[in-house]
């Protein structure tokens, strides 16, 4: 589940709040993904958040972040802002 961070130094509204992306892909995948949905281009800037404020490692899997941060209804929650 992704959705914008309350702190999103005005960065639009996704389209999307679910993404199905391979376990086994890098979380930089979801943001290259984020980026195309928000017409963003690369040299804007783009920080993806886990639920407790803790900016996420671009270089993880989806699987390994699953594992670690599965919220209660079964989803990985992310957050994304332009702000650190």
Same mark, same amino acid.
Request: net charge negative.
């Given at each position: 589940?992704?959705?914008?961070?309350?702190?999103?130094?005005?960065?639009?509204?996704?389209?999307?709040?679910? /993404? =199905?992306?391979?376990? %086994?892909?890098?979380?930089? @995948? +979801?943001?290259?993904?984020?980026? !195309?949905?928000?017409?963003?281009? &690369?040299?804007?800037?783009?920080?993806? /958040? =886990?639920?407790?404020? %803790?900016?996420?490692?671009? @270089? +993880?899997?989806?699987?390994?972040? !699953?594992?670690?941060?599965?919220? &209660?209804?079964?989803?990985?929650?992310?957050?994304?802002?332009?702000?650190?």
């Amino acid at each position: 589940m992704v959705q914008r961070h309350a702190r999103s130094g005005g960065i639009a509204q996704s389209p999307k709040s679910k /993404y =199905l992306i391979r376990g %086994a892909s890098k979380a930089r @995948e +979801l943001a290259a993904a984020l980026r !195309d949905d928000l017409k963003l281009g &690369a040299a804007a800037v783009l920080y993806l /958040y =886990l639920t407790d404020d %803790a900016v996420l490692d671009l @270089e +993880l899997t989806l699987s390994e972040l !699953d594992a670690a941060h599965t919220a &209660a209804d079964g989803f990985l929650h992310i957050c994304y802002s332009s702000l650190e």
